[in-house]
C-alpha cells in the first residue's frame, strides 16, 4: 500500500517541503530508503523500525520503501524520522491518508517513539505557512519556536503514539500559541550596560555614535585599558530596538544553528557576537561538511566585535572582505548553493603594537620593525572596507575618581533614532536602509558637494593617498554625520570630521 507524509528540508535560510513517500508491498522483508540522503537520514530507518516496535505498532514482515522527494535536494539532519514513521503507519493502515495531506510533520524519535527536539523548526514552519499546510505537528520542546509563525496551528507532540491518537481524532491537542505583538510590546530585553559609566573618550564615543547611526565598520585603537572593549559592548545599547520582521528574519539564522531555547524562540536583542581570536575562517564565514551560518552571519543586525584584531590569523580576516561589500555569504557546494545574510556592523579593537603602548616611547620598546610586522597583520584592502578609525588615549586619574556620570545610551539612541529616520525616508522603496549600503552611483546622487567641499576631499584623497573605495567610504560617513546634524547638505564641518576618522590610517599603516 503507498502512502505519503510531509516534512521540510533546510536550505540556507529557508525552508523546503518535501515528500515522504512510503510503499509497503509484498516482498523480501527490508527497508529501503532513498532521495539524495545524508548519512544520518540513512540512519533514520532503525531508529523508526525500533521507535514503531516499542510504541506497539506491530509492521507485518513487508517489503518498504522510502522515497524523500524531490530526489535532487540532499536531505540532512533527524528531522525526517517522525514523518518517515507517519508515512509508514498510514501506508499499513494505521492513519487515514487524507487525516495527514495538510499536515507538515517535523521530529527526531528516539528509540521509545518519543519526539526529540531538532534543530531549524522555524523555517520549516514558515515553509509550512507558505505553502499552504494548516498543521504543524513538532516536538513539545519546538512547539513554542515554531508558534511564532502565523497562519497555521502548531501542534506540539511528545511521543509517536500521541501523534497516531491526534491523527486519527482520538485524542485533541490544543494548538501551541504565541502572543508575538505582545513580547514585543512589553519590551522584553536584557538589561544592557549604559554608556553613562564611560569616564572621558569623548570622541571615541561620538565616532561610535555616528558609526551606528550609519551602520558604518569602526576600528578602535589604542593602549591597553583605556576602553576599547567597554565601549564595542555597550554599543548594542544605542542601537535602534528591532523590529519584528528583524527579529523573524534573525531568529532563523539562530534556529538552524541550535541557539533557540525553549523559553527564548525569539531574539529580541541585538545580536553582539565576539569571538575569540582563535576562531577558524569556516566558524567565522559559515560552512562545513552540512553548511551552518557562521559568526558574520549570527551577528547580522546587530554587531560583530573582533577583538585584538592583530591576533586573529591572516587567513581568517580575509575571508570578511567579500561578505563585508555584498552583505551575503554564499557558500559552494557540489551539490547547491548556500546563502546566509552578513548585513552586520563590524566593530574591531586593537593596540598599536605588540606591547600595546606605541607611540609612548616611556613604556613602548618596539622597534618599527617589530609594530610594522604587527600591523602589517591587517591588509590594506581589509582596511579600506573600515568606515572609521578612531584612537582612544589612556584615563587621567582626576577623570577615573569623578563621579560625574556620561551621557546615557538612551540620549544617544535618540539622535540615532533620528538620523535613522532621515536615512530611511530618503532611500524609502529603494532597498537601502543605512548610508553605508550605497554603492558607488548612489553615492554621487546622495552625497553631492558644493565646490568648496570638493576642493576639501580633493586635497584629502591626495594627501592621505586614499584608495577609491576609502573616498566613497568617507562620503558615505559625511552623509551620516550631516543626518546626525539634521543637515540636508553636506557642509565642511562634515568632510573635516569624516575625514579625521580616516586619518590614522596614514598615522600606524602609512609605511607599511
Known sequence: MFSKSYCAAVHGIEGLPVQVEADVSD????????????????????????????????????????????????????????????AILAASGYIPQENINDCMLIGELSLNGHLQRVNGVLPMTYAAAKHGFKRCLVPIDNAKEGAVVRDIEVIGIRTLTEAVEYLNEVRIIEPCFVDVEAMFENDIHEECDDFADLIGQNMMKRAVEVAVAGMHNITIIGPPGAGKTMIAKRIPSIMPQMSVEESMEISKLYSISGLLGEDNVLVHNRPFRAPHHTITPIALIGGGRNPIPGEISLSSGGVLFLDELPEFQTRT???????????????????????????????????????????????????????????????????????ICVETTPIEYQELVSTEK????????????????????????TGIYYNSMLNAKQVKKYCELGSEEEKVIENAFNTLDLSARAYHRILKVSRTIADLCGEESIRKEHLYEAISYRSLDKKYWGDI
Not at 539524495?36 to 518498504?64: D, G, M, Q, T, W
Not at 561578505?323 to 598599536?352: C, D, G, H, W
Not at 605588540?354 to 616611556?362: A, H, I, M, S, T
Not at 529616520?421 to 530618503?426: L, S, V
Open 27 to 86: 516482498g523480501l522483508p527490508c527497508f529501503d530508503m532513498v532521495g539524495f540522503l545524508a548519512s544520518e537520514v540513512k540512519e533514520a530507518k532503525e531508529r523508526v523500525r525500533i521507535a514503531l516496535k516499542n510504541s506497539e505498532f506491530r509492521l507485518p514482515p513487508k517489503h518498504i520503501t522510502i522515497n524523500l522527494s524531490p530526489a535532487d535536494i540532499r536531505k540532512e539532519g533527524t528531522a525526517f524520522d517522525f514523518p518517515i514513521a507517519i
Open 317 to 387: 580576516l580575509e575571508v570578511m572582505r567579500q561578505p563585508l561589500e555584498e552583505r551575503m555569504v554564499t557558500i559552494n557546494r557540489l551539490q547547491a548553493t548556500y546563502k546566509y545574510p552578513a548585513s552586520f556592523m563590524l566593530v574591531t579593537a586593537l593596540n598599536p603594537c605588540k606591547c600595546g603602548y606605541y607611540p609612548d616611547r616611556r613604556k613602548c620598546n618596539c622597534s618599527m620593525q617589530q609594530i610594522k610586522h604587527y600591523l602589517g597583520k591587517i591588509s590594506r584592502p581589509l582596511l579600506d572596507r573600515i568606515d
Open 406 to 429: 556620561g551621557e546615557s545610551s538612551k540620549e544617544i539612541q535618540k539622535r540615532i533614532l533620528k538620523a535613522r529616520q532621515i536615512q530611511n525616508k530618503r532611500y524609502l522603496n
